[in-house]
């Protein structure tokens, strides 16, 4: 330190200073730091009993222990208020499942002729028909716990998860037998196994189940029912039997078994007693059972909407054709010329239907605006076609093609419009399928063409002429019906012109020619 500018005087004064205030420096440097140890020693402790109490909380420590793969809690339901009266429409999977239910109830009436009973039940069918439900009926028939389980939650991040998680479920089940075990969505744990790199880890859990039900007691009292809308993704290894021994298909509801469906929903609201469910039945062919949950669900908002204080006919009409067709377009201004188009195409469509033999019933034609579409005739069969006769795949051809004819035999060939082109979408397939597939040219033979791709120029050539030929006999036959009824078909376009909609009884009133000047509701 430079001390030669400070006069002598005040040069010991300076020493002395910066001495003291370098100890002071020191002194409070120890002190900061001896602060600081602290406070990381503080720290160090609340994580410590904040790590003791997140153990300790009953819900975070399960929760904790799941994730980890250490644990799994499974904790079984009874399903008393669950019977097979809950379940409808699939009559068929009910009786299959009723032996597991005896079963269940008294395994010594099978096992004394020296039988083993089954492990595994495997439901298979699309989505909403009702394979949890008939799952838990089983269960609440039976009386006997009810273990559920998705087959998504058995893999996780961590390995071994989803080998854990299936240990636990049938130790538990296992200590609490006779039980019902469900696993729904069984493909997604018990695809089939492969070597993967973003999988390397998930045939642990497949395998997991598969020495899971290898080690099950003889008349254990377990039953695994499994449930999948995939079947071909299954591994073999499982479907064998001795592990799923029984396969239940559960379809898509018939007839019979929608109007049963609607009925069970519609009783649980308040609904108008003359409504026939049966003409609502015969006109959603293909629906689910949820899917018929959800069109009287609709039903009873719409009417709640409308201030009703039932659901009537018409709702349920309303809710069909919004979830066939999609909403109606009421804020969409179309102008009187396309609004008369739609009107002659719409009729052209169902006056095909109407006068032609083996075409399905008419339910309703109308000109409001729904979904992409301008307007739509809805065909109601009388019942489900399990086979179609060639007729009836005519039938079908004919009345795809009323609507271009109307608009060429109204408007002229100048002023057809696009509107048809879903129309001829439907009528080639129809035809491609009648030469390719039904064996229904009598040209080409009763020979099935199935890759048309690969087959030779001359054989693809004969095939296009064939379809062809079908579509122009088809479109010469449209245009004589046409021709033949052109009053009846005028009076329906004007009749749909002023009213929009008409249902069946309206549409042969019209085409019988007799007074409808009716006030629509």
């Not at 600081?36 to 003791?52: E, K, V």
């Not at 009926?137 to 989803?162: C, H, L, Q, R």
């Not at 254990?220 to 591994?235: H, K, M, R, S, Y």
């Not at 001359?458 to 036959?477: G, N, V």
Request: charged share 25%; with cysteine; aromatic share 8%.
């Amino acid at each position: 330190m430079k001390t030669k500018n400070i006069p002598e005087a005040h040069q010991d004064a300076f020493k002395t200073g910066f001495a003291e205030g370098f100890l002071k420096a020191q002194a409070l440097t120890q002190k900061t730091n001896d602060s600081l140890r602290r406070t990381r020693l503080i720290l160090f402790i609340l994580l410590l009993l904040g790590i003791y109490g997140l153990l300790k909380n009953p819900f975070l420590s399960v929760r904790f222990r799941t994730t980890t793969g250490l644990d799994s809690a499974v904790d079984p339901v009874q399903m008393k208020n669950v019977t097979f009266e809950h379940v409808k429409g699939v009559e068929e999977a009910k009786q299959e499942l009723q032996e597991v239910v005896e079963f269940l109830k008294n395994p010594q009436k099978f096992t004394v002729l020296g039988g083993k009973l089954p492990k595994g039940i495997l439901l298979v069918g699309p989505p909403g028909t009702g394979k949890t439900l008939l799952a838990r009926a089983v269960a609440g028939e039976a009386d006997v716990p009810f273990y559920y389980a998705s087959g998504s939650e058995f893999d996780e991040m961590f390995v071994g998860v989803g080998a854990s998680r299936i240990r636990n479920l049938f130790r538990e089940a296992k200590a609490n037998a006779p039980c019902v075990i469900f696993i729904d969505e069984l493909d997604s744990v018990g695809g089939k196994r492969i070597e993967s790199p973003m999988h390397p880890y998930s045939r642990q859990t497949i395998n997991q189940l598969l020495a899971e039900m290898d080690g099950f007691k003889p008349n254990e009292g377990v039953i695994i029912i499994g449930a999948t809308n995939f079947p071909e993704a299954l591994d073999n290894a499982l479907i064998r039997p001795g592990r799923f021994d029984m396969q239940v298909t559960v379809p898509r509801p018939d007839v019979k078994g929608r109007t049963e469906i609607l009925k069970w929903y519609l009783n649980k609201i308040k609904f108008d007693q003359s409504i026939d469910p049966e003409i609502i039945a015969r006109g959603t062919v293909g629906f689910s059972g949820a899917e018929l949950e959800n069109l009287v669900n609709q039903a009873a908002l719409k009417a709640a909407v409308d201030g009703k204080e039932m659901v009537t006919m018409k709702e349920l009409e309303f809710s069909k054709d919004k979830i066939l067709m999609g909403p109606e377009r009421r804020s969409v201004e179309i102008d009187n010329k396309n609004k008369t188009i739609t009107a002659y195409h719409e009729s052209g469509h169902a006056i095909i239907a109407y006068y032609t033999k083996d075409a399905m019933p008419i339910n309703k034609a109308t000109i409001m605006p729904r979904g992409p579409t301008l307007g739509h005739v809805s065909l109601l069969p009388e019942n489900d076609r399990w086979n179609e006769t060639r007729s009836q795949l005519l039938a079908q051809m004919d009345v795809s093609m009323g609507g271009r004819v109307a608009e060429e035999l109204i408007f002229g060939t100048d002023h057809i419009t696009t509107g048809a082109s879903s129309d001829f979408d439907n009528a080639t397939k129809i035809a491609k399928r009648m030469v390719t597939k039904f064996g229904m040219s009598e040209k080409l033979g009763v020979m099935t063409y199935s890759d048309t791709g690969k087959l030779s120029p001359e054989t693809q050539s004969a095939i296009e002429q064939e379809i062809r030929i079908l579509l122009r006999d088809s479109y010469e036959r449209a245009k004589h019906i046409l021709k033949t009824h052109a009053k009846e078909h005028k009076n329906l376009a004007e009749a749909l012109l002023t009213y929009e909609t008409l249902d069946a009884k309206e549409i042969q009133i019209v085409l019988e020619g007799k007074n409808h000047q009716w006030k629509l509701n």
